[in-house]
């Protein structure tokens, strides 16, 4: 606690001559700078008012199938419907793992489970599809900015 004051201190009284950037640390700071510049270069080209109607579609798809994946599994089916619309055979830490679910992993799933895990599962790679095609000009970008800075 104490060693933490006198660093506080030192930071406070010699706080502009730490500020100063110092030449061994030139890399850094120019990577920095072109990560910076990729990023704010990301968020523009990404803005969904700009982007082609085809990723749009895949954003809106995998916002609706994340959605329905949290209704499936969060709902109230099992008071609404009965207890065979639980996502999830009941488990707990206590229960008997065989009498549960058997020989297969899988049983403890039930229809309402794997409906939930499909609407995961395109929503997953909707926003992987995005994700993909966002990134390759970000790659192509940061490659040769990389490379610039090794040379130098």
Not at 66 to 94: M, N, R
Not at 102 to 131: E, K, T
């Amino acid at each position: 606690m104490i060693a933490g004051y006198f660093v506080q201190d030192t930071l406070e009284r010699n706080f502009d001559e730490l500020s100063k950037p110092r030449p061994e640390d030139q890399a850094a700071i120019d990577l920095e700078t072109a990560a910076a510049e990729e990023a704010k270069s990301f968020e523009e080209s990404t803005e969904f008012k700009k982007l082609p109607i085809h990723m749009k579609l895949f954003l809106v798809l995998g916002l609706v199938c994340g959605i329905f994946s949290c209704i499936v599994l969060a709902g109230p089916w099992k008071v609404l419907l009965g207890p065979d619309y639980a996502a999830f055979k009941k488990f707990e830490v206590t229960s008997n793992i065989d009498k549960v679910i058997g020989d297969n992993v899988f049983s403890i799933i039930r229809p309402m489970g794997w409906i939930a895990m499909l609407f995961c599962a395109v929503d997953f790679a909707c926003l992987q599809i995005f994700q993909c095609w966002a990134d390759r000009p970000a790659k192509a970008g940061y490659s040769a900015v990389s490379e610039g800075s090794q040379s130098a």
